[in-house]
């Protein structure tokens, strides 16, 4: 078949895409950055286009020529300024739903979400149920499929949860009895090109969903085990309480961490997997088996370590910054910076324009590194100049490299944490 799919950069769209090219099918890939994609396939087709543009059927009729079926993975966890639900998960998808449906393309597959149904209360799950409906309505052979939490290799929210088991202590919302009914990303794309093959019916809402649910407890028990820590102790949090620790999540660049998420989680995710077992042909593969029976990588190791230190760090960077700008416009006596200055040659009218210009400095970068502007370069930038002005002090003022307080030379593990960040900003999904 010849088949659009939308969201191919996608931690989901990216396993179809992969599974309908295992499967010979042709693909047209429609994402934003398809340089991401980072596959080379004969079958394969890129179309550059932005889901957020894309709100009318005028904008996917040139597109659909030649095309037997539609796949739309798009989807976003958390709303930002150039992407809202209403975007993404209502607007583009009912406008290519209608185009494919004006051009005669039979079959078309939405993933959507488990919980988008008449008791949806976030406006994730309704954004979705509007797009879900709209589908519905249409005579074409259409698929509503809703996962579950889905997990594996590259998941999402894979790091956060591991993050979060990785703590020797679990703050669980109202005790985590929660109910989950996680789904790999292999069982999930296979079932995806199952509603695509011509002897299987459209018309039909399908629960993607594990064999059988777990807590949330559990779950978090069951990645502390996979990372190859002895089981940690629990917390009962009030759920009103977890929601204002959940509110957090934006300070720390978490978009799934945040109230709505929390609340879809407290409603429960779960259903009857006999549908999916049906139309695999076998029962899902379980979470034991999947996931917390194989050893985490050390890569995953270290990042379920570091993944709330780097936005902590992120922080105490720009701190240190503004502290130090501040300080020196406000504490600090300026007579005794004109002191430090003169060996380095800066004298008469050059010293305070000195000091309120490194000040300044010193506030503006700090400033840009919590706002995160141009954040790679940011901290390149920030890596040099401290590393010129430590040299220029060494050369010049020879006592502070040999001071047992070790002033200058504390310099150097703030370089090498310079350096750990630009690293990390640039694994951005």
Not at 11 to 23: D, H, K, P, T
Not at 200 to 211: C, E, I, N, T
Request: overall charge positive.
């Amino acid at each position: 078949m010849n088949i659009l799919l939308t969201g191919a950069t996608g931690f989901i769209g990216n396993a179809v895409l992969r599974e309908l090219l295992r499967q010979g099918h042709q693909v047209t890939a429609c994402c934003r950055h398809p340089e991401r994609l980072l596959i080379d396939h004969p079958k394969l087709t890129l179309l550059t286009l932005d889901f957020a543009k894309a709100g009318k059927i005028e904008c996917w009729l040139p597109h659909l020529q030649g095309i037997d079926a539609i796949v739309n993975c798009v989807g976003i966890i958390a709303e930002s300024k150039h992407q809202s639900f209403a975007q993404l998960h209502t607007q583009a998808p009912t406008a290519l739903f209608q185009a494919g449906a004006q051009v005669g393309i039979q079959k078309i597959v939405q993933l959507s979400a488990l919980g988008s149904d008449a008791d949806a209360k976030s406006a994730y799950h309704l954004s979705k149920k509007v797009a879900d409906d709209a589908l519905r309505e249409l005579t074409v052979d259409w698929f509503v499929l809703q996962p579950s939490l889905v997990y594996g290799p590259g998941g999402q929210s894979s790091g956060l949860f591991h993050a979060l088991a990785a703590f020797p202590v679990h703050f669980l919302p109202d005790g985590g009895r929660q109910l989950l009914q996680p789904i790999h990303i292999a069982d999930l794309a296979t079932a995806v090109c199952h509603c695509l093959e011509p002897a299987v019916s459209g018309r039909q809402s399908l629960a993607l969903v594990g064999p059988s649910p777990i807590t949330y407890a559990d779950w978090l028990q069951g990645l502390r085990r996979r990372l190859g820590k002895p089981k940690a102790k629990t917390c009962a949090i009030p759920y009103q309480y977890a929601l204002t620790m959940a509110g957090m999540g934006k300070w720390l660049g978490e978009p799934i961490l945040s109230k709505d998420n929390l609340a879809m989680l407290n409603r429960g995710n779960c259903s009857d997997s006999g549908p999916i077992s049906v139309l695999l042909g076998h029962s899902p593969a379980s979470v034991n088996q999947a996931l917390f029976e194989q050893p985490a990588s050390q890569a995953e190791r270290w990042h379920a370590g570091l993944y709330f230190l780097k936005p902590l760090l992120r922080y105490v960077i720009a701190f240190v910054w503004l502290w130090s700008g501040i300080t020196s416009l406000f504490f600090y006596p300026h007579q005794l910076s004109y002191l430090l200055l003169a060996p380095l040659g800066i004298n008469g009218f050059g010293a305070p324009m000195a000091l309120y210009g490194l000040a300044a400095m010193d506030i503006a970068l700090g400033l840009a590194t919590l706002a995160r502007l141009r954040i790679r370069s940011l901290m390149l930038w920030q890596f040099w100049i401290v590393l010129g002005y430590s040299a220029a002090v060494a050369a010049c003022l020879p006592e502070f490299v040999f001071h047992p307080f070790g002033p200058l030379l504390k310099n150097l593990p703030f370089l090498m944490c310079l350096l750990m960040v630009r690293a990390m900003e640039g694994e951005q999904s």
